[in-house]
């Protein structure tokens, strides 16, 4: 299973967030208080202190912000992927190399780096430690947060095409022309929904589903056995399954 499964376990909680700021911003205190990476042999224990302090919370704002840039984004556009993943570590990167350049030229620390030097030989070596760090803390906070009832939201190309259900509910996506028909649960009823999108868009966005036909995407958790050797019985529905797809379909 990948590391990361869903795109959905790219965006963290704000709560989580919160969780994963103040362990980054312990390790940045460890960091900056043990390797002295802008020191140049002036300050004395107290101040080493004070500066891993104020080295410490910089990480903490800076992550907390972009946090809160992240959720905006999330909220608005209802999923997440990769690029935008890619795109707030940079941005974090961007604003906590300014903000902490800034401190290291502060009269408390008195750093001399050119930006550039201080670019090649403080920023690149935080970078290169940080972001396993940041990825492992994530993945650590997320394993502790208990267990929610998952919700997707379904678009479709017009304002009025949108389904938010529980992942749980849905049961399967059907070609229907320029259309695709949604299959899903509400109160323990199988209800549909017809909205203009493709197989091709859902099944890059909601990578839980499993095609197992060209014009089929089910949800694994409602396969309950097969009914022949070319049709699935999934929950109060069946769908025929291709020789193409048949080997990506959980043994039963």
């Known amino acids: ?89 940079a941005l974090f990167y961007f604003i906590f190399t300014l903000s902490s ?15 550039p030097e201080y670019l090649l030989k403080i920023s690149l070596n935080i970078f290169l430690v940080l972001t396993p760090i940041l990825f492992l803390a994530r993945r650590y906070v997320q394993k502790l947060a208990p267990a929610k009832d998952a919700y997707i939201t379904l678009y479709g190309e017009n304002k009025m095409d949108v389904l938010k259900i529980k992942e749980q509910e849905l049961i399967c996506i059907s070609n229907a022309q320029n259309y695709v028909e949604i299959f899903f649960l509400e109160g323990g009823q199988l209800k549909k929904k017809l909205i203009r999108n493709s197989l091709k868009n859902l099944l890059a966005e909601f990578d839980f589903l499993i095609r ?41």
């Open 1 to 89: 299973m990948p590391i990361f499964s869903r795109m959905k376990d790219l965006n963290p909680s704000l709560e989580q967030h919160s969780q994963i700021g103040l362990l980054v911003g312990l390790w940045g205190f460890l960091f900056a208080f043990f390797t002295r990476p802008f020191g140049h042999g002036i300050m004395d224990f107290s101040k080493w202190v004070t500066v891993s302090l104020g080295y410490s919370g910089l990480i903490i704002i800076c992550y907390l912000l972009v946090s809160l840039a992240r959720r905006w984004w999330y909220e608005r556009k209802g999923h997440w992927n990769i690029s935008w993943e890619i795109g707030v570590y």
């Open 212 to 252: 197992v036909h060209r014009s089929h995407l089910v949800n694994p958790h409602h396969i309950k056995s097969w009914k022949d050797s070319h049709t699935l019985l999934l929950t109060q529905l069946e769908v025929p399954v291709s020789k193409t797809y048949k080997k990506d379909i959980p043994a039963l």
């Open 101 to 115: 350049y800034v401190f290291y030229r502060s009269p408390l620390v008195q750093g001399f780096y050119t930006i």
